[in-house]
């Protein structure tokens, strides 16, 4: 049978615009699915995200951190008690102290045994036995330290002087640091 060439065009070209458009809407389909699945891809990494390291470098902040860490549902902190403290810092330690035995959280400190040869620090650690905290001596400690439910390490930025700032560290392998001394 013989038909219109320009009929039998338009129904070729009707056949491939239809076609284009099918295909245009599969690319927009698969472009909003793939959207879809890069957001959900990066949400669930930022739900894993963990941050290993935080560096503190003012006082204030510090404090307001450590204050934050304790906050969080915690069951046990390690303390390395590495360096002397004022009669009027372990004075004023007490209430922060107290209230974490008092929430239920293990207290176990390490201090270094010449510690007790300073009459403040003896009665504050022999107080602090009383109200239930755990303290071990050592000869040496390997640096000042505060491990909170083998999830996180507070440690002073620079040695033994606090007023450097301190670093907080997240990590398994970084925690088993504490394990071995107390």
């Not at 620090?121 to 036995?129: A, D, M, S, V």
Request: aromatic share 4%; charged share 30%.
């Amino acid at each position: 049978r013989v038909t219109n060439p320009v009929v039998r065009l338009a129904e070729m070209v009707a056949g491939r615009e239809q076609a284009l458009r099918d295909h245009e809407r599969e690319g927009e389909q698969l472009r909003g699915l793939a959207t879809a699945l890069v957001g959900e891809f990066e949400a669930d990494r930022e739900r894993r995200a963990v941050t290993v390291l935080e560096h503190l470098t003012d006082p204030p902040e510090i404090v307001a951190r450590l204050e934050e860490l304790y906050a969080d549902d915690q069951r046990e902190l390690r303390i390395f008690v590495t360096n002397r403290q004022s009669p009027q810092a372990l004075e004023a330690a007490r209430e922060s102290d107290l209230s974490l035995l008092r929430r239920g959280i293990r207290v176990r400190l390490l201090c270094l045994e010449s510690l007790v040869n300073d009459r403040a620090h003896l009665e504050y650690l022999l107080w602090y036995t009383e109200q239930g905290a755990e303290i071990r001596l050592s000869p040496t400690l390997p640096l000042r330290m505060i491990l909170q439910d083998e999830r996180v390490a507070v440690v002073a930025a620079h040695g033994e002087d606090p007023s450097q700032g301190a670093v907080i560290l997240r990590g398994h392998g970084i925690l088993q640091i504490g394990r071995a001394h107390v």
